[in-house]
C-alpha cells in the first residue's frame, strides 16, 4: 500500500469543465440537467474521502449510465476529462500502490466501481494506478457482509505513508515452514481491521509469500558471500532496507528487509549461524563484473 497525492486537477474543477464542454453536444439538456446534482455528489464524494459506507448510489446516473460511462470509455481529444485520464496513466510508478508487489501498475482502477458509480467514472480522486492482479482480485467489490468497506484508498488514508505490514518468518531460518503477513503493531484497532480486510480481498498473503521465499533464500545465499567476503552483515541489510524506502515503505521489498532486521534471533542467525553450503558463493575474481 502506498499513500498517493491527489491527482492536481480538482476533482470538482474537472467536473465543471466537462459540464461546460458538453453545452453544445448531443447530451448538452441531460448534463444541463443534473450538472448541480452531480456536482454536489462529487464534493460528497471528496468530503467523504470516496468511503462508501456513507456514499450512495445515485438513482439518475444508473438509470442513464451511458453519458457517464462513455466519457470515460471514448474521452475526445483535447478535451478536459481526455487529457487528464492520459496523464493519470503515464506510466510512472514502480511498484503497485495498491499491493506494493514490484512492477509499474498498467491499469486505472476504480475505487467506487462504474458499474454501481457512473457518475464518478471520471471523477480523478476515483481513479488511481493498480495492478492487473489486483484489478482481477478487486472487481466491483466495495463493502464486506458487515457493510464495512473492505479497501484502502491511495489518496485519503494516510495511515499508509508509514509501514503497515510486517513478515513473521518461521524456522528453520535455512528452510522455514511459514512466512506470515501481519500487521505492525501499534495499528489503531478500526484501522488494523480495515487493513486485513485490504489484505484478504487482494488475497495478499498467498501472493506475498510466494515472493518473499526466493527472497529469503536469495538473502541467504548474500550474506554467505557477506560473511566470506567479511562485510558487516547487518550495515548491508540496513543498506537495502534504506534503497527500498525510498520506492515505497509497504513495498513488499522494504517490509522484508525491515522484518528481517526487526527480528533478533533471525539476524543473528544470519551474523552468525550456521549457513547452508553454496557452490558458488563467491565470484572466480575480484575482477567479476
Known sequence: MTKLDLPKKGSVELLKEIIAERAKGVNAKFFARVGDDW???????????GNPEVIKQWDESLANPTPFLTLYNSPADGHAH???????????????????????????DHYLPKTDFPHFSVIPANLSPMCDICQGHKLAETLDKDDLRIFIHP?????????????VVGEPYEAPHSFELM?????????EALLLRHVAGLKLQPRFVHFVKEMHGHLIRTVANMRALDQNVVHQIRSF???EAGRGKNGWRHIYFASVLKDGDLLDWLVNGQLPEFIDTLPDSDNED
Open 241 to 243: 532496507r534504506k534503497l
Open 39 to 49: 456536482t454536489e455528489r462529487v464534493q460528497a464524494f471528496i468530503d467523504a474521502a
Open 82 to 108: 481526455q487529457i487528464v485520464l492520459s496523464a493519470m496513466r503515464e506510466k510512472k510508478l514502480q511498484i503497485c500502490p495498491s499491493c506494493g508487489e514490484d512492477g509499474t501498475p498498467h491499469t486505472l
Open 183 to 191: 500487521p505492525m503493531d501499534g495499528l489503531e484497532a478500526d484501522l
Open 155 to 167: 489518496y485519503f488514508d494516510q495511515f499508509v505513508e508509514n509501514r503497515v505490514l510486517r513478515i
